[in-house]
């Protein structure tokens, strides 16, 4: 029987992989988060790794406030790469695989094709600068054990985001204004965690960095628009450019990334963002 070790368990991914581990009578999971293991703490993750022996680490938590980063890079960079660090250090010392999540923020974003595996990361935040700093130190502590996993524009019927934003704003106002010339890939965080434990039930192993978001391709206003008109919602939706709406951070104008290397690999059959958007709503009304 396999034993997982899930690392920020209450957030939108932990939560995700909750659910879905939920009707597996074939794993042995713990879940935690930082009231239980403060991942930042290397002596006591040290400890909790050795004691658990866990088969597979999966680390979900991350610093994902993308614009308080920029004034707190070190709490960021302690988090998102010290962190890593710790976890992939104690998997190598008892023989554990560990599966770390990263970002489409490790890019600049100024690309005309989505961005593949072997491009160069140029990050352009703080965000995206400890989230890369947290991937290499993974890569170097730990090579032949580690599943990097980048993804991007995630959502869920848990915690904080974008799709539940756009919901509530519709609830509250006769029109809202979102950015159409930022050009991504929205993610379900349901879509990732079927990923995840893709990678953890497969007969093989293959170590490396690999994307993984939903198929096709769109702007945030789209992705907005598509939320309201399946929740049977009139709200107007009113198309801005990025110059309109200015924010501490500098966000990746084109951050769709390509994700043949993981669907090669894994033989994993992603759903079009849409699909995956519809799925989402429906539990979210359940």
Known sequence: MKRLLITGARGQL??????????????ETLFTDVAELDLTDADAVSRYVAELKPHYIINCAAYTAVERAEADE??????????????A???????????????????????????RESDEPSPRSAYGRTKLHGERRVMELHPEGSVILRTAWLYSPYGSNFVKTMLRLAAERPEIRVVTDQIGSPTSAMTLARAVLTVVFSEQWHPGVYHLTDAGVASWYDLA??????????TRVVPITTQE???PTERPAYSVLAKEKFINTYNFTLPHWQEALAECLRAMND
């Not at 932990?14 to 794993?27: I, K, N, T």
């Not at 008892?94 to 970002?103: F, Y």
């Open 225 to 234: 628009v598509s939320t309201l008109r399946l929740s049977g919602l009139t």
């Open 74 to 87: 070190t709490t960021a960079e302690r988090v998102n790469a010290d962190a890593p660090a710790n976890l």
């Open 89 to 115: 250090r104690a998997a190598a010392e008892n023989g554990a695989r560990l599966i770390h999540i990263s970002t489409d923020y490790v890019f600049s974003g100024e690309n005309f094709r989505p961005w």
């Open 14 to 27: 932990g939560s995700c992989l909750r659910d879905l581990l939920a009707e597996r009578s074939d794993v």
């Open 245 to 247: 709406y200015p924010t």
